[in-house]
């Protein structure tokens, strides 16, 4: 009872001190978790891929499509479900900044292969029915204020002219980690347009996904569809859906290990002002751990009084931190519309920043412990006033 | 302090203690071949000038500091060889200190202050309470428990920190410089304080001071100066004569 008073009675000693260092740690803690947040995002992609889902790709590059014809050929294979396809649109939205990925999708197939986007099955009836129909997601709807029945005007950037939409329905996710910034289109309408304008860009699609009946055999039938087009004009390149994913977040995976590095570097920061705090705070009262071992007290209790003071300084900047972290995001989330398709502070976040605040507390605490359990009593008393 | 053949043992028998420091390289004798008595219920004042070695005396005397050579045997036991964790447990139940600038806790309470040396025992919180009480009651501050060392005078705080040496009922009390940061009136407050921790506790006391008036209420005083010890002067004999 008595070592808890002492302890946060000191921790208050010097209240304006105790203030700047608890701000030092909140902001810190709250900027770590912004930044493990972000790269979080970055890989929600991933992270939300199934198992049973390969994409198959031109073997040359993404950007090169593949015909068609190549969806039989890959139903055919052993252990293939279901067969459907994507094409990359990339059109623009008003603005080139309002950003979401549009893909033209056959979509019977396509959605029954993704169970996490919900939709109302009447609205789905009424985006069959209409050729030039789309289907958004809620965070779109939401970023941009759209509605079933708005038309959607895109300008084409790989495919050229104004394409124009009418959202048909919206679709939610099953869970607060799927993506809903995505808006899918009929590629049939993509395909008929194209026949028209460009014959070459016809018959063509971006990747296709196959539907694994078996985990187990994922690797197999991968081998499998990629030997089927061996020495063709377009050879393939397929992997699990996870796998294609982190192939993106490599791309930009630079970026990802400098915000990580960033991240630890104002942990690093934080101690540095917290270890700082410490030793004055030590140094500071050297004569008082004199005079407590003078009444008997151990070196342990008196190195524990300092790493006491230290760890509840560090608990408390790490609990506000944390408790503004969330409402923080959610406000960037807001800011950055849909640049993040999933943008949510995940339990190892807060894990990771009660780990950090932790850390900070004790390494803070090592250097002015030993100091102070190991000055000699007459060294120590000489250090009054 | 002197040697007679019908006197009890001593309480402190200290033989040829010597220490040293070392400063920028070099070895600065502080005391050499230092033999001192002291009885039991004496009140003993060291006094000498600045750097003679009053304070590194009282500091091996107390326990809180090691000498480079001889022996301290307090009541037959030789301090000098007890471990660091022995003798904090001998510090703990035998040695009350007091200092000149009191080195109260801030952050706690007279009652806190003076409660700290319990905590390492095993009383109850109730028996606890009991023994501040009394202690504060002894040195006049009962109504003070609850006040912080910021809200209390410099000779308020000496008393709380002299509830504080006696609270775990010391044999011994050492003070270095009691009334070295207190006026007048409050240093006579402190001193006699001191008188009666002697005469009517019993206690022994060996006390540091530059102050002649705090000296005089020792019943012996021993000069040091350069690391040796002057003859003992015998305050109620000089008085006397």
């Not at chain 1, 690797?219 to 004009?233: C, G, I, W």
Request: charged letters at 20%; hydrophobic letters at 50%.
């Amino acid at each position: 009872m008595q070592f808890l008073k002492l302890v946060l009675r000191n921790a208050l000693r010097h209240r304006l001190r105790t203030v700047l260092t608890l701000l030092g740690l909140v902001v810190a803690i709250l900027s770590f978790g912004l930044l493990q947040t972000v790269v979080s995002a970055w890989y929600a992609g991933a992270e939300g891929a199934a198992p049973t889902r390969l994409v198959t790709r031109n073997a040359i590059s993404l950007v090169f499509a593949l015909p068609l014809s190549y969806r039989d050929q890959i139903r055919a294979v052993d252990g293939v479900r279901a067969v459907s396809h994507a094409t990359w649109f990339a059109g623009i939205y008003q603005d080139p900044k309002n950003f979401f990925p549009q893909f033209a999708i056959e979509p019977r197939t396509y959605l029954a292969m993704y169970p996490e986007y919900l939709v109302a099955p009447q609205e789905f009836a009424a985006f069959l029915r209409d050729r030039k129909g789309a289907i958004i997601g809620r965070k779109i709807a939401g970023t941009y204020h759209l509605k079933v029945g708005d038309v959607l005007p895109l300008r084409g950037t790989i495919y050229p002219g104004t394409w124009e939409f009418t959202v048909r329905t919206i679709y939610d996710g099953v869970d607060a980690k799927t993506d809903t910034s995505q808006m899918f289109f009929h590629w049939e309408y993509l395909n008929e347009t194209m026949k028209k304008r460009s014959r070459s860009h016809a018959d063509q699609v971006g990747v296709y996904v196959v539907d694994v009946a078996d985990a187990d055999r994922v690797a197999e039938v991968s081998h499998a569809v990629d030997a089927l087009f061996k020495n063709s004009l377009a050879e393939t390149l397929t992997e699990t859906e996870r796998a294609f994913q982190i192939g993106f977040v490599k791309q930009t995976e630079a970026l990802v290990v400098a915000i990580q590095i960033v991240s630890y570097i104002v942990i690093v920061i934080i101690l540095a002002v917290m270890a700082n705090t410490m030793a004055m705070t030590a140094r500071e009262r050297l004569a008082e751990y004199a005079t407590l071992k003078v009444l008997g007290f151990s070196p342990v209790y008196i190195a524990a009084l300092i790493l006491g003071e230290s760890v509840a300084i560090a608990a408390i900047g790490a609990a506000i931190g944390i408790a503004l972290t969330f409402p923080v995001s959610d406000w960037f989330a807001a800011q950055v519309g849909t640049l993040f398709p999933v943008f949510k502070v995940s339990g190892e976040t807060v894990i990771l920043q009660v780990l950090c605040a932790l850390g900070v507390g004790v390494v803070a605490a090592i250097a002015p412990g030993r100091r102070a359990a190991t000055v000699k009593i007459a060294e120590g008393l000489r250090a009054i006033r | 302090m002197v040697n007679e053949a019908t006197a009890p043992l001593p309480l402190i028998d200290i033989r040829n203690l010597a220490k040293s420091y070392r400063r920028g390289g070099q070895i600065v004798p502080v005391l050499t071949d230092i033999t001192l008595e002291v009885r039991a219920g004496d009140f003993l004042g060291l006094m000498g000038p600045s750097g003679s070695g009053k304070s590194t005396l009282l500091n091996l005397i107390a326990g809180i500091d090691k000498p480079d050579a001889g022996q301290i045997l307090f009541d037959g036991v030789d301090i000098t060889r007890l471990s660091e964790t022995e003798l904090a447990d001998w510090r703990a139940g035998t040695v009350g200190f007091i200092f000149q600038f009191y080195n109260l806790i801030p952050v706690l309470t007279a009652f806190e202050n003076v409660e700290l040396p319990l905590t390492l025992t095993r009383l109850t919180r109730r028996e606890r309470r009991e023994h501040v009480e009394a202690a504060l009651a002894l040195v006049g501050l009962s109504d003070r428990m609850p006040h912080y060392p910021s809200e209390l005078s410099g000779g308020q705080q000496q008393r709380v920190a002299i509830a504080r040496a006696i609270i775990a009922d010391p044999r011994l009390i050492v003070a270095d410089e009691p009334t070295g940061d207190l006026d007048r009136h409050s240093a006579e407050e402190v001193l006699k304080l001191m008188d009666r921790l002697s005469t009517d506790l019993g206690k022994t006391i060996v006390m540091v001071t530059h102050d002649r008036r705090a000296a005089d209420q020792a019943h012996a005083i021993m000069y040091l100066d350069k690391g040796e010890l002057s003859t003992a002067v015998d305050v109620h004999e000089r008085s006397l004569r």
